[in-house]
């Protein structure tokens, strides 16, 4: 308890002294699951975690009630500089907690981080994951997000650094890439994250899905919604 009254107030020079006399266990686990190294990470202590990290804490220790890693708590928080520390000293970018979500997918679906998502691309996590419901960051982004500027700087970031706009994610039986997702869900409310997918290298439109022969007819056949195109088109216009 002492040594976690240390961290959660940042004071640096006691819990050293612990450290140096072999007090704590820097890797003892509280009763949620958490070391020191994951409350650092909730705290944004970065000198804590830096000490912690050489004392020999467990970079990639499963905590919480998710069973999340330090470098998912400080993504959460927005500790950025804390959460590039971690990516530093080895953590593991595709690390799946009990939910069967990895830091890319917490950054979309619980803020749209955008900053998060541009690290952990820029880092190469995998952009092509899928979370147990067989959703890569980019279709959950296009079918479930509220949209606007921080959905569309996300897409243009995942298309950016490769995801497969032609995948069909593997729960799903309707056939749907992610050009199908997003028309028939928003299309109209924002027609230019159609159009960075539709004009990604190697997407394909005539890809069918099971309701329609190919993408462009989703479109056309929406209500009130043009082609891709002409939408982005018209956007770029107005």
């Known amino acids: 308890q002492t040594a976690i009254k240390h961290v959660t107030e940042g004071a640096v020079k006691p819990l050293l ?3 140096e006399a072999h007090a704590v266990d820097v890797n003892l686990a509280d009763v949620e699951g958490l070391t020191l190294l994951h409350r650092s990470a909730m705290h944004n202590r970065f000198a804590i975690a830096q000490a912690l990290l050489n004392a020999g804490a467990k970079i990639n ?3 919480g009630p998710n069973l999340e890693t330090p470098l998912q708590f400080a993504l959460r928080g927005k500790y950025y500089r804390l959460a590039e520390l971690l ?3 080895g953590a593991d970018l595709q690390h799946k907690s009990a939910l069967g979500y990895d830091a890319l997918h917490n950054a ?3 803020n749209l981080d955008t900053q998060a998502v541009f690290l952990l691309l820029f880092w190469g996590s995998n952009s092509n994951s899928v979370d147990e419901a067989g959703d890569t960051a980019l279709t959950w982004v296009l079918e479930k997000s509220v949209g606007g500027a921080a959905a569309l700087d996300i897409v243009r970031l995942l298309v950016k650094y490769d995801t497969d ?3 069909f994610t593997g729960s799903r039986q309707d056939g749907n890439t992610p050009l199908h997702l997003f028309i028939k869900s928003s299309a109209a409310a924002d027609p230019l994250a159609a159009f960075e ?3 990604h290298k190697g997407m394909s ?3 069918s899905d099971t309701l329609s022969p190919r993408a462009e007819v989703v479109s056309t056949t929406g209500a009130g919604a043009g082609s891709a195109e002409d939408n982005a088109a018209k956007t770029n216009a107005d």
């Open 17 to 19: 002294a612990l450290l």
């Open 61 to 63: 220790a499963c905590g």
């Open 87 to 89: 990516y530093q000293s």
């Open 108 to 110: 979309v679906r619980e």
């Open 165 to 167: 706009p032609n995948t």
């Open 197 to 199: 997918v539709h004009q």
């Open 205 to 207: 439109p005539w890809i």
